[in-house]
């Protein structure tokens, strides 16, 4: 019996070009198929506590931008404790409950991208003076 050969360009080649082809397909559809990149935050919030004494606290905060410019900021938080803002500096402090707004002034609420700005309060506690978990920056969370 005799043993076809494949020259080049023979039945072989259709073949090669199909299996590339598959190849191909099934590389693109794990390109469509991989998990989307996680965004990089618009914010980065830097909480620390400055000064601690039996019932009190002042804390400094840095906010910087990594997003878009913006022309005024409110920063929202949630003690996880009782503690209570007695004065702030640098900002217009609310606080309803546990949940608390510092909106900017007019000297330091632009923030073109990589920009900062620092302000603080002091404040009271009973129980603990933990952090905030989680602070967001005109409704976006920050890291």
Known sequence: MKIPMHRPGGPARPLARLLGACALAAGALAAVAAPPASAASTCTVAYSVVNNWPGGFQVGITV?????PITSWTLA???PNAQQISGGWSGTYTQSGQYVTVASMSY????SP???T???FQGTWTASDAAPASFTL???TCT
């Open 64 to 68: 910087t931008n990594n997003g878009a």
């Open 77 to 79: 938080f949630t003690f």
């Open 108 to 111: 330091n609420g632009a923030l």
């Open 114 to 116: 990589g920009a900062s």
């Open 118 to 120: 620092s302000f603080g």
């Open 138 to 140: 005109n409704g976006t």
